[in-house]
């Protein structure tokens, strides 16, 4: 069966360090990955997502990047974190029918 | 734009009780219709899905029907429990064009169940 981890679950950075935030997939071979934020008040927005090796879509200019360097391997990443860059990380790949499986998220909090 | 709207919530109800979470949305093609449930700490998990007009999804006891004449995909089930406490969402998907493969999220409904 397919899974999906996330890594670090926490961590506490201060303003203007960078970020990477790990995303992999298990049981399962090409697939479309995505990066969601949940900011405080429960509202999911879409960051970025990838159909493939190297293809990165956009969905919001802002100071993060994400890269897919292997097939079931998807990083978020920032130079230089700003304190609004604060939130829950959600990585999710998609299924058959449209649905998206979720991790179990990363809390970033930026000081 | 596609949209999804969901009743704001919190929803704060005694054990045994009947929930309902309205659910409506917006939509330029024929989008798949979503639930998703969030409990504290953790990511979303897939409740139930319907991909067309007059669809049930169900599971867990919860259940939702895909209704085009309303465009409406309301979540409902007949006896919470205090383990149904979390977060809920709504979702949609339209498939293919600039919308390809995203999911477009209500802003979520708080459900409270006490014993």
């Known amino acids: 069966s397919q899974t999906i981890h996330q890594w670090p679950a926490t961590l506490v950075q201060p303003v203007g360090s960078p970020l990477s935030l790990e995303c992999t997939v298990e049981g399962t071979s090409n697939p479309n990955l995505y990066w969601y934020r949940q900011a405080a008040g429960r509202g999911l927005q879409l960051l970025f997502y990838s159909v493939g090796i190297g293809q990165i879509s956009s969905e919001v200019p802002q100071n993060l990047s994400a890269s897919r360097p292997q097939d079931r391997q998807f990083i978020l990443s920032s130079k230089k974190l700003l304190l609004s860059d604060s939130g829950f990380y959600l990585c999710?790949?998609?299924?058959?029918?449209?649905?998206?499986?979720f991790g179990e998220g990363s809390r970033l909090t930026v000081l | 734009g596609d949209s999804v709207t969901q009743m704001e919530g919190p929803v704060t109800l005694s054990e045994e009780a009947f929930l309902t979470i309205n659910c409506t949305y917006t939509a330029t093609g024929y989008p798949s219709l979503f639930w998703y449930v969030q409990y504290p700490g953790e990511g979303l998990q897939l409740l139930l899905k319907?991909?067309?007009?007059?669809d049930k999804g169900s599971n867990k006891g919860f259940e939702a029907t895909y209704r085009k004449e309303t465009t409406s995909f309301h979540l409902e089930k007949g006896s919470v429990q205090v383990s149904d406490s979390a977060v809920y969402f709504c979702a949609l998907r339209i498939a293919g064009g600039t919308s390809y493969g995203k999911l477009t999220f209500g802003q979520g409904t708080i459900l409270t169940v006490h014993p």
């Open positions: 319907a991909t067309k007009a007059d």
């Open positions: 999710a790949w998609e299924g058959g029918a449209g649905e998206l499986f």
